[in-house]
């Protein structure tokens, strides 16, 4: 079953607006989380991350918002560029196992249009 | 910065061939990690290891074999390649709190 969930495989978006990338997560122990960026042909590439102390941290163009109350955690980019298309994975696990114990969703397909 | 490399972009083998994939890591990380790639499954780890001559099971390491022999080095080994093994392999290594990955091996076996 899967723990870390990202339902939407692909979401397209024009330049310039917002994109809203979603996860959710099963697993209760989970408090710390992360999102990644993988363009073709490249190794994913860490982009920002959450631990369950906050509910909000930001990072230029990227905020990551979590609500721990609904196990659900979202990215938003703004403003979206082309650049930004690529697949994001959504991650997750306890703060102290990070290094060994990374459980990722699936995956969603961001598609920035000029 | 954190350098993981891969020993090749791009591989075309064989049905039943023995392959290697090599990576090194040059930050002294204690844990490494082989995934795989592919579309609408995500990354699935295949096998990772914690230390020396260590190694763990993953998600699905039915068909896969590693070695670490040294520190930064952790190889992936498919002792008799297969089409549904035809991917993007990724190797990692980690901080305690953060995972960082090669450039990816994109395997085709035919």
């Known amino acids: 079953d899967q723990q870390v969930k990202q339902n939407s495989p692909s979401l397209s978006v024009q330049e310039g607006r917002i994109s809203i990338l979603n996860c959710d997560y099963t697993?209760?122990?989970?408090?710390?989380f992360l999102w990644y960026k993988k363009y073709p042909a490249e190794g994913p590439t860490f982009l920002i991350s959450?631990?369950?102390?906050?509910d909000k941290n930001e990072d230029g163009r990227f905020t990551v918002f979590l609500n721990k109350s609904a196990k659900h955690l979202s990215l938003h980019i703004v403003p979206s560029q082309p650049g930004d298309s690529a697949v994001y994975f959504c991650a997750a696990s306890p703060l102290n196992q990070a290094g060994t114990a990374l459980i990722f969703g699936k995956g969603t397909t961001l598609s920035v249009s000029s | 910065d954190v350098k993981v490399t891969q020993s090749s972009r791009y591989l075309v083998k064989r049905t039943g061939e023995k392959v290697f994939l090599e990576c090194v890591q040059d930050m002294d990380h204690e844990n490494m990690f082989w995934y795989r790639q592919d579309p609408g499954l995500g990354l699935r780890l295949i096998y990772f290891?914690?230390?020396?001559?260590?190694?763990e099971k993953g998600d699905i390491p039915e068909g896969y074999s590693v070695s670490r022999e040294k520190k930064e080095r952790f190889s992936l080994i498919l002792e008799s390649a297969s089409t549904n093994q035809t991917s993007m392999y990724l190797c990692?290594?980690?901080?305690?709190?953060?995972?960082?990955f090669g450039p990816g091996t994109r395997l085709t076996v035919t």
């Open positions: 959450i631990s369950s102390i906050k």
């Open positions: 697993n209760s122990m989970f408090d710390y």
């Open positions: 990692a290594s980690s901080t305690r709190d953060r995972v960082y």
């Open positions: 290891s914690y230390d020396v001559k260590m190694k």
